[in-house]
């Protein structure tokens, strides 16, 4: 079994496949952005992109990625710049204790990959499922909000 | 001699002993220790190298972004440039410094942290480059660092920002030592109140699990009453498989009291059976019928960081290292050698990932450092959500009753009495007999905090008794504040009700702080207070106001405007907050601050609740225990009134004033005065 991990073919070694995505990640390859906060799918925090679908790496199984695309958050930035997502997080300050933004930034970017103009309605969609216990929500939006009007 | 040994060899009597294995776990509870930061201490924080300045935090890093502010101090005060300081978190191995609790990094800290860097300064100035220095204290008003100027006053890129951005470990889930294993101990479904161990387990299935390790029975110290058994595996997904097949059953004894919380706690149940002992106020209100009677309840509540708490132990030879996400690491760093004797303890203090108060007890730390000693390799251990919820300490419930007369436009007899559990003596560290003591003499500070209303309100009497419940409660964002601050500021807007005034002016009347009056009469200009919303689109609109100080320092306060379906959905559609925290050295940062504690008030009105069935915490995940959702949490102005003070606290701030400023947008939508939180629908559908 193998995968796509960050643009680079990985394999799935046999005693890792009926693990999560996510203790995939974060054991064996030392992917540590995803972080662990519920283990069921329910904050978020975990969040990575499987073949352009925001994905809960918690309660996916590492061999459903065979043959699959796997985007972490450490391979959103180029060599000299961040992703425009990630940029505007630090330009806005959004990150508290920041334990949750890994997952709210892949979230965010699955969604403006797949809608350039998003509506209110389906940012809500996309963000709702994203814990953040600091109260970072209204600043979340305001990024999203000023990469969406960047972009017209 | 080890203090265990010690214990041992006196037993009995107060020195009551748990045998846990082949060790014994002292239960005489380690005292944190809690020294006031000055500037003899403050060198140790600082230090200069290669051209280069290191900045070792004397706090803990959990969102508020203090690495941030006191780089801005320590930049501004040496006159160093923002890249030449590099900012590194604190092990034990530093002079102790006090846990980061209580919103004080920046009262406390500031100042001492500047005079360090001043002498740092001199001394560099002066052609030194090595050696020790000694700081000369000046005086306040001749340190850069406490005026607006160079850093101070801005909002730089957070420290650590870059990192989060990109996914760098930073947490101390992401700690990975060389063969480290991940760990686990698992503890009896019930109240951590009663007396409970594992009794017999199938460790012939377990070890059939791939990446099975070991179980390790001398797990360390129980959580309250409850003795764990511990596992460890290879990967930490196989944790959950290896606890199922275990199947463990427990010995369980002990009935923990007051099981029935509601009922413990009924603030009616307890005026009925006489006063309550804890007076804040005291006040005699004079007999007769009041105009304003109002019950409200709070709820046990978690703190629900997205971080489950997590740490990563390893011994070499006799010593351990311990990296944590702890609010207080040289406490922890106690705790773990009281239990362990060992030749020495290093606690490493990581970012933290969420604290709100519920990270300062010893938790993870001594099952990671049990489990690795047990099995002579690095051992993370990281609590799933459920544990988070049944073995964590949590916000206590309160029943509140609330008091007052009008007359004329004023108040003049207040009564208010409360019933909670405890906060500062909390059950997770206080043994019963240490309770009763400080229950007889001292009752519980944290319980009382915020409970004196800054209104001058005639006759006014608080009081409040705390009892120690099945669940173990403690430190939550606020304390008793936030709570508190709920039930003053809705009785305060019955009370202008009932004087048919507006509940701005109401307030502006009873009160003589001029700062608290400054910031409710911002906020009530920047939310256009005079013109609120009203029905509109079928939906009952509504707009409320409250006002509060914490810790007699900070003040804010806060307008919130709510809609209200038929069917008592409720939104929050705007808030608007007021807040003075004296002089703010990062603006941006004392808005998020702001922003959070709004969220948080959310939170107390919506959500914020952990079922409970007879004693023990039903909740497993945050289907059970919700915390509000991106689109729960509304957009916010937050205004910044700088007094001319040195900085004060913002951490809990707000959260005195948000929850209230809501529940009365509610009533003033719907008429409903809400007497249990947190709202249920229901509760507004016509």
Same mark, same amino acid.
């Given at each position: 079994?193998?995968?796509?991990?960050?643009?680079?073919?990985?394999?799935?070694?046999?005693?890792?496949?009926?693990?999560?995505?996510?203790?995939?990640?974060?054991?064996?390859?030392?992917?540590?952005?995803?972080?662990?906060?519920?283990?069921?799918?329910?904050?978020?925090?975990?969040?990575?992109?499987?073949?352009?679908?925001?994905?809960?790496?918690?309660?996916?199984?590492?061999?459903?990625?065979?043959?699959?695309?796997?985007?972490?958050?450490?391979?959103?930035?180029?060599?000299?710049?961040?992703?425009?997502?990630?940029?505007?997080?630090?330009?806005?300050?959004?990150?508290?204790?920041?334990?949750?933004?890994?997952?709210?930034?892949?979230?965010?970017?699955?969604?403006?990959?797949?809608?350039?103009?998003?509506?209110?309605?389906?940012?809500?969609?996309?963000?709702?499922?994203?814990?953040?216990?600091?109260?970072?929500?209204?600043?979340?939006?305001?990024?999203?909000?000023?990469?969406?009007?960047?972009?017209? | 001699?080890?203090?265990?040994?010690?214990?041992?060899?006196?037993?009995?009597?107060?020195?009551?002993?748990?045998?846990?294995?082949?060790?014994?776990?002292?239960?005489?509870?380690?005292?944190?220790?809690?020294?006031?930061?000055?500037?003899?201490?403050?060198?140790?924080?600082?230090?200069?190298?290669?051209?280069?300045?290191?900045?070792?935090?004397?706090?803990?890093?959990?969102?508020?972004?203090?690495?941030?502010?006191?780089?801005?101090?320590?930049?501004?005060?040496?006159?160093?440039?923002?890249?030449?300081?590099?900012?590194?978190?604190?092990?034990?191995?530093?002079?102790?410094?006090?846990?980061?609790?209580?919103?004080?990094?920046?009262?406390?800290?500031?100042?001492?942290?500047?005079?360090?860097?001043?002498?740092?300064?001199?001394?560099?100035?002066?052609?030194?480059?090595?050696?020790?220095?000694?700081?000369?204290?000046?005086?306040?008003?001749?340190?850069?660092?406490?005026?607006?100027?160079?850093?101070?006053?801005?909002?730089?890129?957070?420290?650590?920002?870059?990192?989060?951005?990109?996914?760098?470990?930073?947490?101390?889930?992401?700690?990975?030592?060389?063969?480290?294993?991940?760990?686990?101990?698992?503890?009896?479904?019930?109240?951590?109140?009663?007396?409970?161990?594992?009794?017999?387990?199938?460790?012939?299935?377990?070890?059939?699990?791939?990446?099975?390790?070991?179980?390790?029975?001398?797990?360390?110290?129980?959580?309250?009453?409850?003795?764990?058994?511990?596992?460890?595996?290879?990967?930490?997904?196989?944790?959950?498989?290896?606890?199922?097949?275990?199947?463990?059953?427990?010995?369980?004894?002990?009935?923990?009291?007051?099981?029935?919380?509601?009922?413990?706690?009924?603030? /009616? &149940?307890?005026? @009925?059976? =006489?006063?309550?002992?804890? *007076?804040?106020?005291? #006040?005699?209100?004079?007999? $007769? !019928?009041?105009d304003v009677?109002?019950?409200?309840?709070?709820?046990?509540?978690?703190?629900?960081?997205?971080?489950?708490?997590?740490?990563?132990?390893?011994?070499?030879?006799?010593?351990?290292?311990?990296?944590?996400?702890?609010?207080?690491?040289?406490?922890?760093?106690?705790?773990?050698? /009281? &239990?362990?004797? @060992?030749? =020495?303890?290093?606690?490493? *203090?990581?970012?933290? #990932?969420?604290?709100?108060? $519920? !990270?300062?007890?010893?938790?993870?730390?001594?099952?990671?450092?049990?489990?690795?000693?047990?099995?002579?390799?690095?051992?993370?251990?990281?609590?799933?959500?459920?544990?988070?919820?049944?073995?964590?300490?949590?916000?206590?419930?309160?029943?509140?009753?609330?008091?007052a007369?009008v007359f004329d436009g004023k108040v003049?007899?207040?009564?208010?009495?409360?019933?909670?559990?405890?906060?500062?003596?909390?059950?997770?560290?206080?043994?019963?007999?240490?309770?009763?003591?400080?229950?007889?003499?001292?009752?519980?500070?944290?319980?009382?905090?915020?409970?004196?209303?800054?209104y001058?309100?005639?006759?006014?009497?608080?009081?409040?008794?705390?009892?120690?419940?099945?669940?173990?409660?403690?430190?939550?964002?606020?304390?008793?504040?936030?709570?508190?601050?709920?039930?003053?500021?809705?009785?305060m807007d019955e009370a202008a009700r009932v004087a048919n005034e507006d509940p701005l002016e109401f307030r502006l009347k009873h009160?003589?702080?001029?700062?608290?009056?400054?910031?409710?009469?911002?906020?009530?200009?920047?939310?256009?207070w005079?013109?609120?919303?009203?029905?509109?689109?079928?939906?009952?609109?509504?707009?409320?106001i409250?006002?509060?100080?914490?810790?007699?320092?900070?003040?804010?306060?806060?307008?919130?405007?709510?809609?209200?379906?038929?069917?008592?959905?409720?939104?929050?559609?705007?808030?608007?907050?007021?807040?003075?925290?004296?002089?703010?050295?990062?603006?941006?940062?004392?808005?998020?601050?702001?922003?959070?504690?709004?969220?948080?008030?959310?939170?107390?009105?919506?959500?914020?609740?952990?079922?409970?069935?007879?004693?023990?915490?039903?909740?497993?995940?945050?289907?059970?225990?919700?915390?509000?959702?991106?689109?729960?949490?509304?957009?916010?102005?937050?205004?910044?009134?700088?007094?001319?003070?040195?900085?004060?606290?913002?951490?809990?701030?707000?959260?005195?004033?948000?929850?209230?400023?809501?529940?009365?947008?509610?009533?003033?939508?719907?008429?409903?005065?809400?007497?249990?939180?947190?709202?249920?629908?229901?509760?507004?559908?016509?």
């Amino acid at each position: 079994m193998s995968f796509t991990l960050n643009g680079q073919t990985h394999d799935i070694p046999d005693d890792w496949r009926e693990e999560t995505l996510l203790v995939l990640l974060r054991e064996h390859f030392n992917l540590v952005g995803a972080k662990f906060g519920c283990g069921v799918g329910l904050c978020g925090a975990c969040t990575v992109i499987v073949d352009g679908v925001a994905t809960r790496s918690c309660i996916t199984l590492a061999r459903d990625v065979d043959g699959g695309t796997v985007r972490t958050v450490e391979g959103l930035a180029g060599e000299d710049d961040l992703h425009p997502v990630q940029q505007a997080w630090l330009d806005l300050s959004v990150p508290q204790c920041g334990f949750c933004q890994a997952g709210q930034i892949m979230s965010a970017v699955a969604l403006l990959e797949n809608r350039s103009r998003p509506s209110e309605a389906e940012i809500e969609e996309a963000m709702d499922g994203n814990l953040c216990r600091c109260g970072t929500y209204p600043r979340i939006r305001a990024a999203i909000a000023r990469l969406v009007e960047a972009s017209i | 001699m080890k203090r265990r040994t010690f214990l041992a060899g006196v037993g009995g009597g107060i020195f009551a002993l748990i045998g846990a294995g082949t060790l014994v776990y002292s239960q005489i509870p380690v005292i944190p220790k809690r020294p006031e930061p000055d500037a003899k201490t403050a060198i140790g924080w600082i230090s200069f190298n290669n051209n280069r300045f290191s900045l070792t935090l004397p706090r803990v890093e959990m969102g508020q972004n203090i690495a941030t502010g006191l780089k801005q101090i320590a930049c501004t005060e040496l006159g160093a440039d923002w890249d030449r300081v590099d900012v590194a978190f604190h092990d034990t191995g530093m002079d102790r410094v006090k846990a980061t609790v209580g919103s004080e990094s920046m009262m406390l800290f500031a100042e001492p942290l500047a005079q360090a860097c001043a002498s740092l300064r001199d001394a560099l100035e002066a052609g030194r480059d090595s050696g020790e220095i000694a700081v000369t204290p000046r005086p306040g008003s001749e340190l850069r660092a406490m005026k607006k100027c160079g850093y101070i006053g801005r909002s730089p890129e957070i420290v650590q920002g870059q990192d989060i951005v990109t996914g760098r470990p930073l947490y101390a889930g992401d700690v990975m030592r060389s063969g480290q294993l991940f760990g686990r101990v698992l503890r009896a479904p019930e109240s951590v109140e009663r007396s409970t161990r594992p009794l017999s387990w199938n460790a012939d299935d377990a070890r059939t699990v791939p990446g099975f390790v070991a179980i390790v029975e001398d797990c360390g110290p129980a959580i309250g009453k409850a003795q764990g058994l511990g596992i460890v595996a290879e990967r930490s997904g196989a944790l959950d498989a290896i606890a199922e097949a275990l199947a463990v059953s427990w010995d369980v004894t002990g009935t923990p009291e007051n099981v029935d919380i509601q009922e413990t706690i009924d603030i /009616d &149940a307890n005026l @009925a059976a =006489g006063g309550l002992p804890h *007076s804040v106020l005291d #006040g005699v209100p004079e007999d $007769g !019928k009041y105009d304003v009677d109002q019950r409200l309840d709070v709820p046990l509540a978690a703190h629900s960081p997205i971080e489950p708490r997590v740490a990563v132990a390893e011994w070499q030879g006799g010593a351990l290292t311990v990296w944590s996400g702890t609010q207080d690491a040289f406490y922890v760093r106690d705790v773990l050698l /009281d &239990a362990f004797g @060992a030749d =020495g303890v290093t606690l490493q *203090s990581m970012r933290v #990932g969420g604290g709100f108060g $519920g !990270k300062v007890s010893a938790t993870v730390e001594l099952e990671a450092a049990a489990l690795a000693r047990g099995v002579g390799a690095p051992v993370k251990v990281q609590w799933t959500r459920a544990q988070e919820f049944t073995l964590g300490y949590h916000r206590p419930p309160a029943s509140h009753r609330v008091r007052a007369r009008v007359f004329d436009g004023k108040v003049t007899d207040w009564d208010h009495g409360q019933v909670s559990s405890h906060i500062f003596f909390t059950s997770a560290v206080a043994p019963k007999w240490m309770q009763r003591a400080t229950d007889a003499l001292i009752g519980d500070d944290g319980v009382a905090r915020g409970m004196v209303p800054p209104y001058a309100l005639g006759r006014a009497r608080a009081a409040y008794d705390v009892k120690r419940l099945a669940v173990h409660t403690a430190a939550w964002r606020g304390l008793g504040a936030g709570p508190n601050g709920l039930a003053i500021e809705c009785a305060m807007d019955e009370a202008a009700r009932v004087a048919n005034e507006d509940p701005l002016e109401f307030r502006l009347k009873h009160i003589d702080d001029r700062l608290l009056r400054a910031v409710l009469q911002r906020v009530a200009e920047i939310s256009d207070w005079e013109h609120p919303p009203c029905y509109e689109d079928g939906l009952r609109k509504g707009r409320g106001i409250a006002c509060g100080i914490y810790k007699g320092t900070s003040y804010a306060a806060v307008v919130a405007d709510v809609a209200v379906e038929d069917n008592g959905a409720t939104k929050v559609e705007k808030l608007w907050c007021a807040h003075d925290c004296g002089m703010v050295v990062n603006p941006d940062q004392v808005r998020a601050q702001c922003e959070g504690n709004l969220a948080w008030s959310i939170g107390m009105i919506f959500t914020d609740n952990l079922p409970t069935d007879k004693g023990v915490v039903m909740a497993q995940t945050f289907i059970d225990a919700p915390i509000p959702r991106n689109s729960d949490v509304p957009d916010m102005v937050i205004e910044l009134v700088e007094s001319a003070r040195a900085p004060q606290g913002a951490g809990e701030t707000a959260i005195v004033a948000g929850p209230a400023a809501i529940a009365n947008a509610i009533r003033a939508a719907t008429g409903v005065r809400i007497e249990q939180f947190p709202l249920k629908q229901g509760d507004l559908a016509v």
